[in-house]
T-cell receptor
Framework: KNQVEQSPQSLIILEGKNCTLQCNYTVSPFSNLRWYKQDTGRGPVSLTIMTFSENTKSNGRYTATLDADTKQSSLHITASQLSDSASYICVVSAMPGGGADGLTFGKGTHLIIQP | NAGVTQTPKFRVLKTGQSMTLLCAQDMNHEYMYWYRQDPGMGLRLIHYSVGEGTTAKGEVPDGYNVSRLKKQNFLLGLESAAPSQTSVYFC???????????FGPGTRLTVL
């Protein structure tokens, strides 16, 4: 069964510090991996989308890495801000031919930035 | 562009009542999705559509029906609401099955 595991479940850091969120997956065959940010009470917003040939992708202070061999991804947040407080969801796509049910969602990491 | 919009934002139903959630997108996307999000469960796909007039079942379709009569709209229906359907419902759309999804703001539904 395809699975996406995220760690830690929750994380509290001080404003200005860096942090790294982890995503391990067993989805096969792999198509792409996505990171979403979900603010409390809102819908998820896409941060990055990576195919197996991409090792690193940045979006401002967010940098995602992908190791397709070990089936691991990380999301690194640099110089955190209060607005970074949110849940971060890892989503892996296994759809060589189509079918939205090929998307596997992680349960998310709840990040709190303290002033 | 409004992106993806959902109506209503909140709703309280009694067991056995019916309702329809409306999702609209103005990005001309072919693909549209309905998810539910429950505490500790992550997002789960209910139904999806790959184009006008098409629908398909997702991971948790029981108790729900959908229709996509127009490309820009995707409706989610609950014929006889149950307390287990208390959840936050998100609609999403995408250009293709491999591209990123754009999510709506969600509908918080409580079934008493």
């Amino acid at each position: 069964k395809n699975q996406v595991e995220q760690s830690p479940q929750s994380l509290i850091i001080l404003e200005g510090k860096n942090c790294t969120l982890q995503c391990n997956y067993t989805v096969s065959p792999f198509s792409n991996l996505r990171w979403y940010k979900q603010d409390t009470g809102r819908g998820p917003v896409s941060l990055t989308i990576m195919t197996f040939s991409e090792n690193t992708k940045s979006n401002g202070r967010y940098t995602a890495t992908l190791d397709a061999d070990t089936k691991q991804s990380s999301l690194h947040i640099t110089a955190s801000q209060l607005s970074d407080s949110a849940s971060y969801i890892c989503v892996v796509s296994a759809m060589p031919g189509g079918g939205a049910d090929g998307l596997t969602f992680g349960k998310g990491t709840h990040l709190i930035i303290q002033p | 562009n409004a992106g993806v919009t959902q109506t209503p934002k909140f709703r309280v139903l009694k067991t056995g009542q019916s309702m329809t959630l409306l999702c609209a997108q103005d990005m001309n996307h072919e693909y549209m999705y309905w998810y539910r999000q429950d505490p500790g469960m992550g997002l789960r796909l209910i139904h999806y559509s790959v184009g006008e007039g098409t629908t398909a079942k997702g991971e948790v379709p029981d108790g729900y029906n959908v229709s996509r009569l127009k490309k820009q709209n995707f409706l989610l229906g609950l014929e006889s609401a149950a307390p287990s359907q208390t959840s936050v419902y998100f609609c999403a759309s995408s250009y293709s099955i491999r591209s990123r999804q754009f999510f709506g703001p969600g509908t918080r539904l409580t079934v008493l």
